[in-house]
């Protein structure tokens, strides 16, 4: 079955620090690949998504490229804030003609301190 | 909009109560889902709706019931509940036909006691 891994946390960053958070993934065909926030207390945001090899997703600052020859999508950000703290999940959803299940990473939580 | 509205936000229940969860989203999708995640855990799904039809159902005990009275509205009654089932709801929506973006509302959280 399709499944994701991602780096285990916590990730402890000073603020303006680079992030990146590993993402490998297997599935079979071509699925979508995601990358979701939640913050404290809160649901979950679509941070940035790709929906086909080589594409780049970017949002506020973070990107994230597909690359089907090593199955990753990893998760980066060049300077992060400390509002940038929170749990980063990344996830996959197959191309099947219908509406099918978001298979998740474990999350990895990020701290940024001052 | 891409808004996904649950309520209640929070929810405390004996369990011999029965209550519902409600989920509301204006965006067309033919899609809906619950799903439920437990504190430092990622969400796991629970049900897909796809044109108001139940088409995914995760082998979810039978006090969880869910409904979907039309393509906008997604609702999770409640009933017999254990304190092993308090954890954060999530309800979701996305187009009909994979791969597409789920977008998901501030979930309820929901204590059992």
């Known amino acids: 079955g399709d499944s994701v891994t991602q780096m285990e946390g916590p990730v402890t960053l000073s603020e303006e620090a680079f992030l990146t958070i590993n993402c490998t993934y297997t599935a079979t065909g071509y699925p979508s690949l995601f990358w979701y926030v939640q913050y404290p207390g809160e649901g979950l945001q679509l941070l940035l998504k790709a929906t086909k090899a080589d594409d780049k997703g970017s949002n506020k600052g973070f990107e994230a490229t597909y690359r089907k020859e090593t199955t990753s999508f990893h998760l980066e950000k060049g300077s992060v804030q400390v509002s940038d703290s929170a749990v980063y999940f990344c996830?996959?959803?197959?191309?099947?003609?219908?509406?099918?299940?978001?298979?998740f990473g474990t999350g990895t939580r990020l701290q940024v301190t001052l | 909009d891409t808004e996904v509205t649950q309520t209640p936000k929070h929810l405390v229940m004996g369990m011999t109560n029965k209550k519902s969860l409600k989920c509301e989203q204006h965006m067309g999708h033919r899609a809906m889902y619950w799903y439920k995640q437990k504190a430092k855990k990622p969400p796991e799904l629970m049900f897909v709706?796809?044109?108001?039809?139940?088409?995914i159902n995760e082998s979810v005990p039978s006090r969880f019931s869910p409904e979907c009275p039309n393509s906008s509205l997604l609702n999770l009654h409640l009933h017999a509940l254990q304190p092993e089932d308090s954890a954060l709801y999530l309800c979701?929506?996305?187009?009909?036909?994979?791969?597409?973006?789920?977008?998901f509302g501030p979930g309820t959280r929901l204590l059992v006691l």
């Open positions: 996830a996959l959803s197959p191309y099947t003609g219908t509406a099918s299940k978001l298979t």
């Open positions: 709706y796809s044109y108001e039809k139940l088409s």
């Open positions: 979701a929506s996305s187009q009909e036909t994979g791969g597409e973006t789920q977008y």
